[in-house]
């Protein structure tokens, strides 16, 4: 019977990922620099229809070099810790997220155009502190402390600080990841601490759990115990018998 495993394991892509979604924001702010467009329309417009598509565009789109360099260190950093640490539930956060943050940020904000990737990283920022002081494990509330350490001063952004910047955009990513910790709070993933923990070694070890079949049916009667039986009756019923008689010898 197979069991899910939900370990922290590295693969390609915790660093694949968060390299793509770079690279993605990169290119489209070339595409707009070398034959001079402005995406900036595609960006969330509240509470009209046509900026409902900046709901899947404006994470993709920024204004200037300075501002799509502030958001890239973040994007990528937060990201690989979300494939890293929550690689099960990493591509939910990341699809809803956008569209939830998208969403909230239509329905609150100012009548302008909202663009860049700051909606995304507030989310990634306030799921991953969340989640880790909602799980109680230290590896996960070390992150949450890094976390905070890092881009504690994001805070700062959530309210009209200063003009130009979508509050908005963060305030919604700020809640949107407070909202996701919450669903996801039983979803906790850790690595174990002995070998015997793992369910591999259960699996492979365990004489109870050997008993049951891929669709989870209990056999009474294993297969390897069954050919080991009649193995031994063949190697039995092929060897030689040897059979020695006693006579007892005159002198006696």
Known sequence: MKQSSESFVFSPGVIGYPILFVLIIWVVFWVEIRFGLDFNNFGIRPRTVEGLRGILFSPFIHGDIKHLFNNTIPLFVLSMALFYFYKNISWQILLFGILLTGLLTWGIGRPSNHIGASGLIYLLASFLFFKGIFSKYYRLM???????????????????????????????????????????????????????????????????????????????????????????????TSKTVYKYFYKKSKEE
Do not use: C
């Open 142 to 236: 070390a992150l949450s402390f890094i976390v905070i350490f890092l881009y504690g001063g994001l805070l700062w952004f959530v309210v009209p600080v200063k003009p130009g910047i979508s509050w908005e955009g963060h305030l919604s990513g700020l809640i949107t990841g407070f909202l996701f910790a919450l669903i996801y709070k039983q979803k906790i993933e850790k690595q174990p601490k002995y070998e015997w923990e793992k369910p591999e070694y259960k699996e492979d070890n365990d004489p109870f759990m050997k008993h049951f079949d891929e669709s989870g049916n209990f056999v009474e009667s294993l297969p390897e115990v069954e050919n080991f039986i009649e193995d031994e009756d063949k190697e039995a």
